[in-house]
């Protein structure tokens, strides 16, 4: 299984972070993480809204997948939000965004 060999990679190189992608099923990757032991879930931005990230925050560092708006990932941030992944880095900088 795959989350196995995540297991054996995290024993050999224990400063690397795992963690899960999940395209929207969050009790899925809650468990997933669990099993892994760690802490960071990344999901799709478009299965995501500010009550979510809250409750998934407060267990797990939370990132989303393919965010290209900068004022949402503004917003989500307030809301827990850890990080975001984007094809876009243009559109952000850090004086729009400070601190993300």
């Known amino acids: 299984k795959r989350q196995n060999l995540?297991?054996?990679i995290h024993v050999e190189?224990?400063?690397?972070?795992?963690g899960v992608i999940a395209r929207f099923l969050s009790l899925w990757a809650r468990?997933?993480?669990?099993?892994?032991g760690t802490?960071?879930?990344t999901m799709n931005?478009?299965?995501?809204?500010?009550g979510f990230i809250r409750y998934m925050s407060r267990d797990f560092d939370?990132?989303?997948?393919t965010l290209n708006k900068p004022a949402?990932?503004?917003k989500w941030k307030q809301?827990?939000?850890?990080?975001?992944?984007?094809d876009r880095p243009d559109l952000f900088t850090t004086k729009e965004i400070p601190g993300l």
Do not use: N
């Open 6 to 8: 995540l297991k054996e």
């Open 13 to 18: 190189l224990p400063d690397i972070p795992t």
């Open 31 to 36: 468990h997933r993480a669990r099993q892994l």
């Open 39 to 41: 802490q960071r879930i």
């Open 45 to 50: 931005y478009m299965f995501m809204w500010p």
């Open 62 to 65: 939370l990132y989303c997948y």
């Open 72 to 74: 949402l990932a503004k």
């Open 79 to 86: 809301h827990g939000l850890s990080g975001c992944v984007t």
